[in-house]
T-cell receptor
């Protein structure tokens, strides 16, 4: 399966600032996704990161708040903009491999103070 | 869209006993059903998956069963060990390049 490197692993940020999370995969993958996991909760899909075009956002998530880049088939970034304490969560990158398996990064634990 | 229900939300078992977690899904087009284990501070790790053309799959102490008619699938862990303690998530994958939909998770505690 694909190996995902996600950075940073954790951060504490001031409200009103922005944080960019990086996701690097060791092989080319077609599908990349960004999820949010609020404390003690399940995984909620934020968006599908599309290579060479705008990301596809799920209901409740907008590009101005969560801009996503996907410049190539191995890399993507998610920015959490103008942060508030409600954005404190774990953010996870996921990729879909050729055999339809989905692999997750180790996550970014974000705390907004 | 797809909706996945998972039960129970918490489960405590004695070491050596079996644990069963059940999920139901709504979209008959779903054809991929993985199970993930998430330990504290880590991302979800795939432990086993099953596709719609298979009714049961086993990997050592872990097995998954699928009933497509009833739209439910289950995770079975036998001879549980303390290191099996974690949160387990089921998911369903509709066909094509669409993302997984997750259940709400089950916190499994194995008591030594």
């Amino acid at each position: 399966s694909a190996v995902i490197s996600q950075k940073p692993s954790r951060d504490i940020c001031q409200r009103g600032t922005s944080l960019t999370i990086q996701c690097q995969v060791d092989s080319q993958v077609t599908m990349m996704f960004w999820y949010r996991q609020q404390p003690g909760q399940s995984l909620t899909l934020i968006a599908t990161a599309n290579q060479g075009s705008e990301a596809t956002y799920e209901s409740g998530f907008v590009i101005d708040k969560f801009p996503i880049s996907r410049p190539n088939l191995t890399f993507s970034t998610l920015t959490v903009s103008n942060m508030s304490p409600e954005d404190s969560s774990i953010y996870l990158c996921s990729v879909r491999t050729a055999n339809y398996g989905y692999t997750f990064g180790s996550g970014t634990r974000l705390t907004v103070v | 869209g797809e909706n996945v229900e998972q039960h129970p939300s918490t489960l405590s078992v004695q070491e050596g006993d079996s644990a069963v977690i059940k999920c139901t899904y709504s979209d008959s087009a779903s054809n991929y059903f993985p199970w993930y284990k998430q330990e504290l501070g880590k991302g979800p790790q795939l432990i086993i998956d099953i596709r719609s053309n298979v009714g049961e799959k086993k990997d050592q102490r872990i097995a998954v069963t699928l009933n497509k008619t009833a739209k439910h699938f289950s995770l079975h862990i036998t001879e549980t060990q303390p290191e099996d303690s974690a949160v387990y998530f089921c998911a369903a994958g509709p066909s094509g390049n669409t993302p997984l939909v997750f259940g709400k998770g089950t916190r499994l505690s194995v008591i030594a």
